[in-house]
């Protein structure tokens, strides 16, 4: 070693320092040798490396030859480790301070013995200053904040990806994933709202499936396509005999199926008056009668409910009793519509890209010019539009590269106007028939349900139902 020669007259003869550093430097590879202080039994300061010397403040050899016990007395040291390996004669890891500079400094003590057992020599060196430490212990708690914002994160990204089909990445829908991870495991009833697409099943969907009736049946009612008199049947069921062409046997309504799970009923809105009164009643007492059935059934289940009307507007038209509107009003979720969020446009496309290409077994991609498209486009029937968008290009696509090119004419501007149509040759039935058919294949594209084109159109939904198949499927 370099400091080898600077040893003082009090160094023993038979002090090998380079065999010295030999036996020291295995513990635990924290040894720097060039920072280092060596005494012998009695406390006697024997020699001190220059750069402990440099480091601490000490002028060259100002220290050896000093009691350890001393300048432990004086405050030279707080506490003196030299005299501490004296006393208890084992090693000592802590941390000493040289009051002079009024620095801290993580300290290692090491006896060494003779070949009788006897303390031979102390030697101190320092390993790293309280500041580094001090640093150390910053990045270490940073680390360990950091740790478990992506613990969170990912526990998040694994719940929804295992247990929902939800796919997002707005400030709305981030708050509207908390809000749904905070009443998961309530008992209280949900309202979800929005416009036609938005999502409202899949919000349901994923609230069942992070609650603790996850393992339990999911039953999804949409109100809006039930036949009027066969309502109250297909929701609570009915005993043998109960109505002319019932099972002979009976039936298990929707309601009851829930048990243990979860009841969902889509379009509440579209509930008459007098099922709307039944169906306050059961959430009120958790029973139900099957039609011509005398004896009570009790059930356990969570109930959503979703429209897309404004339930309060109803309630003030008489068309929603205000009662069953505040027992199903406990805790709101509102989805925005796709135009106001528009940061979940291109993870929505590339998810649905991802899972029409698996189905038709098909490698696309998007170009930079149809996501700018899918960006500015308003989406008038939301989620669901732009999903059935993406499926209608996959099957009809030719290129590899889906481009604006790709998109149909309703998108681009170039469908056919009532007035072209009209003024086509043909008799005025075939011209009336192609104008309600350029009606019909807007109304379903804009929308994507048969449900919504009858409600857009004033039709009814089998009618509705009807026409599609004839003009969109044929």
Request: proline share 3%; glycine share 6%.
């Amino acid at each position: 070693m370099a400091h080898a020669t600077n040893s003082a007259r009090f160094l023993d003869a038979d002090i090998n320092l380079k065999g010295l550093f030999d036996i020291i430097r295995p513990e635990n590879n924290l040894v720097l040798a060039d920072d280092m202080m060596l005494s012998d039994a009695k406390g006697v300061i024997l020699w001190v490396s220059e750069t402990y010397e440099k480091n601490f403040g000490f002028a060259h050899n100002s220290i050896v030859g000093k009691s350890a016990f001393d300048l432990e007395a004086d405050g030279t040291f707080s506490p003196c480790i030299t005299a501490e390996i004296i006393r208890k004669k084992e090693k000592i890891t802590t941390t000493q301070t040289i009051n002079r500079i009024h620095k801290n400094v993580m300290t290692v003590g090491i006896p060494l013995f003779d070949d009788h057992g006897e303390l031979k020599y102390a030697v101190c060196f320092n390993t790293v200053s309280m500041e580094q430490i001090n640093s150390i212990q910053r990045n270490y708690r940073h680390l360990q904040d950091s740790l478990q914002q992506y613990t969170q994160e990912i526990a998040e990204l694994r719940t929804r990806a295992t247990s929902t089909s939800l796919v997002f990445k707005s400030a709305s829908m981030q708050r509207l994933w908390t809000l749904m991870q905070n009443t998961a495991n309530t008992k209280a009833n949900i309202l979800i709202t929005g416009e036609t697409g938005v999502g409202k099943s899949a919000v349901a969907k994923a609230i069942h499936a992070m609650s603790d009736r996850a393992a339990g049946p999911f039953i999804e009612v949409n109100c809006a396509v039930l036949h009027e008199n066969l309502i109250e049947s297909e929701l609570f069921g009915y005993e043998k005999g109960a109505f002319t062409g019932a099972s002979s046997s009976g039936k298990i309504g929707k309601i009851e199926l829930a048990n243990q799970g979860t009841l969902f009923l889509d379009e509440i809105g579209e509930l008459p008056l007098h099922i709307q009164s039944k169906l306050l009643q059961l959430i009120q007492e958790k029973t139900i009668e099957r039609l011509s059935g005398t004896k009570k059934i009790e059930l356990n289940f969570r109930l959503i409910v979703a429209t897309n009307r404004n339930l309060e507007e109803e309630v003030q038209r008489g068309l929603f009793r205000s009662d069953l509107f505040y027992r199903l009003n406990v805790i709101r979720i509102h989805i925005p519509p796709l135009r106001l969020r528009k940061e979940d446009i291109f993870p929505l496309a590339h998810q649905f890209l991802a899972r029409f290409c698996g189905e038709y077994g098909k490698t696309l991609n998007f170009s930079p010019r149809f996501l700018a498209f899918l960006e500015q486009y308003d989406w008038p029937g939301n989620v669901r539009q732009l999903e059935n968008l993406i499926e209608r290009i996959v099957i009809t696509v030719q290129d590899p590269i889906i481009d604006v090119s790709a998109l149909p004419p309703e998108y681009t501007g170039d469908s056919v106007t009532p007035a072209a149509i009209l003024a086509q040759a043909g008799s005025l039935s075939e011209r009336m028939d192609a104008y309600e058919g350029q009606i019909i294949r807007e109304s379903y594209h804009r929308w994507g349900t048969t449900v919504a084109v009858a409600k857009e159109l004033g039709i009814s939904q089998a009618t509705a139902a009807r026409k599609v198949a004839r003009y969109v499927h044929s």
